[in-house]
């Protein structure tokens, strides 16, 4: 299936019947937007022991433990499949809730987000608040890690550049994902995003929660805001029990991967 959150676009293969075999090779095959189908993040939907497992792969083939918005696509099928109204998913992060919000809206439950240093991770132990790099960043886990800058334009920063070069600073061992933020009204944030492994994208959930824990630690905002995305809007609620993050989804279309395009793959 070619699903989309906001414009951060994801194929979602379904290996609840069949095992399929998924490789970082064939992940990126299928990521390739000119000789494959094109994709932000591919999920594979997997049986497990709650209602659904969720496996996540970059374009570049690389793996990630958390993607908030297609977690959310996902929920939203498997909502309308089965007729439940919430979920219980599992992924490397942890276990997750969704819950259909109303109006075509989903909300997922990302779990508590990660402060600490070595949990992020970080090379080493400094300020997760205040970053010891230019503009002071703010680091936070998300079950993938994320470098927060604050900044007065969010529409002035060369952000293929700019997102290309912290992707890999030293501090992040794992690569991180890059955000640049503009507070815009009381609990309201303008924001862009790079993506580890990826590149610009429309969207991206795990770097809204990211943003909103990020700005309600640094006391610019509440702990409920609403993100403007190249792609859309999108509310995020950081609570006791976790970073909800809700917003609308997308099924654009499912189909067959051709014998002749697996066999291509050699």
Same mark, same amino acid.
């Given at each position: 299936?070619?699903? /989309?959150?906001?414009?951060?676009?994801?194929?979602? @293969?379904?290996?609840?019947?069949?095992?399929?075999?998924?490789?970082?090779?064939?992940?990126?095959?299928?990521?390739?937007?000119?000789?494959?189908? %094109?994709?932000?993040?591919?999920?594979?939907? &997997?049986?497990?022991?709650?209602?659904? /497992?969720?496996?996540?792969?970059?374009?570049? %083939?690389?793996?990630?433990?958390?993607?908030?918005? +297609?977690?959310?696509?996902?929920?939203?099928?498997?909502?309308?499949?089965? %007729?439940?109204?919430?979920?219980? *998913?599992?992924?490397?992060?942890?276990?997750?809730? +969704?819950?259909?919000?109303?109006?075509?809206?989903?909300? @997922?439950?990302?779990?508590?987000?990660?402060?600490?240093?070595?949990?992020?991770? $970080?090379?080493?132990?400094?300020?997760?608040? &205040? *970053?010891?790099?230019?503009?002071?960043?703010?680091?936070?886990?998300?079950?993938?890690? /994320?470098?927060?800058?604050?900044?007065?334009?969010?529409?002035?920063?060369?952000?293929?550049?700019?997102?290309?070069?912290?992707?890999? /600073?030293?501090?992040?061992? &794992?690569?991180?994902?890059?955000? @640049?933020?503009?507070?815009?009204?009381?609990?309201?944030?303008?924001?862009?995003?790079?993506?580890?492994?990826?590149?610009?994208?429309?969207?991206?959930?795990?770097?809204?929660?990211?943003?909103?824990?990020?700005?309600?630690?640094?006391?610019?905002?509440?702990?409920?805001?609403?993100?403007? $995305?190249?792609?859309?809007?999108?509310?995020?609620?950081?609570?006791?029990?976790?970073?909800?993050?809700?917003?609308?989804? +997308?099924?654009?279309?499912?189909? $067959?991967?051709?014998?002749?395009? $697996?066999?291509?793959?050699?």
């Amino acid at each position: 299936m070619k699903m /989309h959150g906001l414009g951060n676009d994801f194929v979602i @293969v379904d290996a609840r019947a069949h095992e399929i075999g998924v490789t970082p090779a064939l992940a990126q095959a299928i990521g390739h937007r000119q000789f494959g189908v %094109g994709f932000d993040q591919l999920a594979v939907i &997997e049986n497990g022991a709650s209602d659904a /497992h969720l496996v996540f792969y970059n374009a570049d %083939g690389s793996t990630s433990a958390a993607c908030g918005n +297609a977690t959310r696509c996902i929920a939203r099928f498997l909502m309308e499949e089965t %007729g439940k109204q919430t979920l219980t *998913l599992t992924t490397e992060r942890g276990t997750l809730y +969704a819950s259909d919000a109303g109006d075509g809206l989903t909300s @997922v439950n990302m779990g508590l987000p990660q402060l600490n240093w070595h949990e992020i991770p $970080l090379t080493e132990d400094v300020d997760t608040l &205040e *970053l010891p790099i230019e503009g002071a960043p703010t680091a936070t886990g998300m079950g993938n890690p /994320h470098c927060t800058f604050f900044v007065d334009n969010a529409e002035a920063i060369p952000l293929a550049e700019f997102g290309a070069r912290y992707e890999y /600073h030293p501090l992040y061992p &794992e690569r991180t994902n890059v955000q @640049v933020a503009q507070l815009t009204g009381p609990d309201h944030i303008r924001m862009r995003v790079w993506e580890r492994g990826v590149g610009i994208t429309l969207a991206s959930g795990s770097s809204s929660c990211a943003t909103a824990v990020a700005a309600a630690r640094r006391g610019l905002t509440g702990r409920k805001v609403q993100i403007e $995305l190249d792609g859309g809007t999108i509310w995020i609620d950081w609570r006791n029990d976790g970073v909800w993050m809700t917003g609308p989804t +997308a099924h654009v279309f499912s189909g $067959l991967l051709t014998p002749e395009f $697996l066999r291509s793959l050699g």
